[in-house]
């Protein structure tokens, strides 16, 4: 009755297609009876494995894995995202690997995160691939804990045979810059995201900071821009550059602005266009000044610009406080922004009203 569940046809199987479905039965009973999968779940999960031939390891996968600190409930969600990972040899393929990881400081949680970017991770050599990637980062980095931190950033370190050579690549890149093992060390533990990605994209990317916007690679502020640019394609960068410039910055404001906040080329082109029209059409800043105040380009303009603006607006009105600068109110936390707006509450008793008004109307 249960081999229904596979299959609904009146041919007779082979002795081998009743073989392969007696076994996929019994693995479907395992996932129901041992680690409390639904009927549903288990069929969906087995149909994950192609090729099920035996499933005398799953007890001892599971005793590996609760050796190692997983409880049932990590148990579980690690073999719903990896369910071949009960059929592999469990003290000779599974432990070594896993024992390796935990080890160098990841925790079940992390391991399981990295296992579910990467399901093939059990099936990579232990001496091959994960051994040489590990070690090669911690010489790079200097601790375990750098190399936790990275392994947890970078999706696709572990993801093809070619990642660690691109890593490595890219890492001779930046060598040949001339960037110092401790600013690369730096710049690999921040971005390692990007660090396998063709050494022609870094490159691209590295050429495009120092060649059209100016920063010198000797510049203290070079990685912080890479960082702030490192998901944006050039093509997309050149159109936030244009935007700028067609309200008037030229092309050493803006290598001061980049190099000053280099979150302003992270936004949108759209956003940027917002900002700047209410900053410069509304308020009359000019571009010399924005590039002394880079941090309002940081801030909401609905939430957090144009509602402080009000109060300042009102306090000019009344003048009641001409000292105050709108750079000045926005760089307030919000708590010490209300203590500020208590000191008018005998003139302006409506003044705090005004505020959150103005914040939730935007």
Known sequence: MRSHLFYSTATKLSPVDE?????RIEFVDFLINTLGFSKESAISSSSKVRRLKTTRNCDSVIRILKNCGFDNAQIKDIVAWVPKVLLYRANETLEPKIRVFLELGLTGPDLISLLKRNPCLFDLGLHSRIIPTIDYLRVLLGTNEKVVETINRSRWLFSTSIALKMFSDNVLLLQ?????????????????????????????KLNWIEGKVGISRDSTEFFRCFHAIASSSLSGMDKKMEVYKSFGFSDTELSTLFKNQPYCFALSEDTIRNKLSFFMNELGYTPSYLVTCP?????????????????????????LDERKSLITLVSYPELRFQDFLRRFEDKIP????????????N
């Open 295 to 319: 941090s309002l380009f940081s801030l909401s303009l609905e939430k957090r610009v144009k509602p402080r603006n009000k109060v300042l607006e009102i306090l000019k009105e009344r003048m």
């Open 350 to 361: 409506s003044l705090y009203q005004t505020y959150i008004s103005s914040m939730s109307s």
């Open 19 to 23: 073989s392969t479905s007696a076994k």
């Open 176 to 204: 040949t810059y001339g960037f110092s093992n401790e600013q690369i060390s730096k710049f690999v533990h921040k971005n390692a995201m990007h660090f396998t990605q063709p050494p022609d994209w870094l490159t691209s």
